[in-house]
């Protein structure tokens, strides 16, 4: 079995900063990337950022500046940095690792339960 599971979310006013991690464990091979994923009430799961494990990241265009992530000091963990944020940053955070290897069968994607984070104005 693979578990992901985030952590650090909260509620915080505008302007303010939250750091959430991520940790993935179990029976685990080897992980192609993990990233992290919003959805806001009434819209669809998007991205915010990835990264893979030879450190390649991607984030959406509209978050880069105020949002970094990074690996975590654990195997299979990671950082999502979120500074400066507004109203519109409210989502359920979700964290997804990618290709997952078990060493046997075919590589998948497991998703985490997610982690809210409001941000008051």
């Known amino acids: 079995q693979v578990q992901v599971e985030e952590s650090g979310g909260g509620l915080v006013q505008a302007g303010g900063s939250l750091r959430l991690s991520c940790a993935a464990s179990g029976s685990i091979f080897s992980i192609y990337a993990m990233g992290w994923y919003r959805q806001a009430p009434g819209k669809q799961r998007e991205l915010v950022a990835t990264m893979t494990t030879g450190g390649s990241t991607d984030y959406a265009d509209s978050l880069k500046g105020r949002f970094t992530i990074s690996r975590g000091s654990a195997k299979n963990t990671l950082d999502l940095q979120m500074n400066s944020l507004k109203p519109e940053d409210t989502a359920v955070y979700y964290c997804?690792?990618?290709?997952?290897?078990?060493?046997?069968?075919?590589?998948?994607?497991?998703w985490g339960q997610g982690t809210q984070v409001a941000v008051s104005s």
């Open positions: 997804k690792a990618e290709r997952v290897s078990r060493g046997w069968g075919l590589e998948r994607d497991y």
